[in-house]
């Protein structure tokens, strides 16, 4: 027994030591930078799929192909890109930490309180893409912002609205919503974003990234991007990713390996 003694308090230690090491360290930066870029496609463009047929022989045409329905919600948006320069359209674009690190938060960052809103005011999904951060991860531990999503459907028709997540999240759903009504969800960080279908409109398709940091952006309609303030002087994989392709970057799920500086960082991405 006595001599079993010391046997268990090394293991204890050493267990100790691996919990210590376990726990995710801040990430040790130099200063603050912006990034910015652009997205271009590297390819053909993919043709523009009309959806004004479905919407034609659906009970809810009326709603569909109201006047008031913009051009782009009588299209599928999978692929957004400009016929001239070959940008790219929401293309979710952020920065990962090292394994086992998180990032430390800009000294006058304010998350937001404002729910982020998806609407469905016609049958489309406004906007098809988005990403918000609902935690962000402060002493090693997350910490909620109080920011949640919230669906609106502003239609006169009933939508519903089907989330499919990661299967360790609490980020799936089906919900049916009925004219002028809304739900509000908060959802978990994860790896990849959520897909978005409605069951009642099954054209319809949207993408919900969520992080536990601020550090990402969506790409515009001229394909550019900014994230501000992002933690410089230190390793920071780049990472990019498009509902049509999966990953942007060659290096896939690993990400693209950079040290970022203070001030201006510029990056051009292509779309293969």
């Known amino acids: 027994m006595y001599r079993l003694l010391p046997t268990l308090a090394l293991a204890s230690l050493f267990l100790h030591a691996d919990l210590v090491h376990a726990q995710p360290q801040k990430l040790k930066n130099e200063g603050w930078g912006s990034l910015s870029g652009a997205v271009t496609l590297d390819r ?39 016929p001239k320069t070959k940008a790219v359209a929401n293309v979710i674009v952020w920065i990962k930490p090292p394994k086992d690190t998180y990032f430390p938060l800009y000294p006058t960052y304010k998350p937001s309180k404002e729910p982020l809103v998806i609407d469905q005011p016609h049958c489309a999904y ?67 974003p959520i897909s978005l279908q409605c069951d009642i409109h099954t054209w319809m398709g949207g993408k919900l990234a969520v992080f536990d940091h601020p550090y990402f952006a969506i790409t515009k309609a001229d394909g550019s991007f900014e994230i501000p303030n992002v933690p410089a002087g230190a390793k ?36 293969k």
């Not at 009925?178 to 990849?192: G, H, M, T």
């Not at 049509?244 to 201006?264: A, D, F």
Request: aromatic residues 8%.
């Open 44 to 82: 053909a463009i993919p043709e523009i799929v009309d959806l004004v047929p479905k919407m034609m022989a659906h009970a809810d045409k009326a709603c569909c192909l109201a006047t008031s329905a913009k051009a782009f919600e009588k299209i599928d948006t999978t692929w957004e890109v400009d």
């Open 236 to 271: 920071v994989y780049l990472m990019a990713w498009h509902e049509g392709v999966g990953y942007v970057l060659p290096e896939l799920g690993k990400g693209r390996e950079m040290v970022l500086k203070t001030g201006k960082n510029v990056v051009d991405l292509k779309v």
């Open 126 to 192: 406004v906007p098809r893409v988005s990403a918000y951060n609902p935690v962000n991860i402060i002493d090693g531990k997350p910490v909620e912002t109080g920011q949640k999503v919230m669906f609106k459907n502003s239609a006169v028709v009933s939508h519903n609205i089907r989330a499919v997540g990661a299967a360790d999240k609490d980020n799936s759903f089906n919900v049916n919503l009925i004219a002028k009504s809304e739900y509000v969800k908060a959802f978990e960080p994860q790896r990849l």
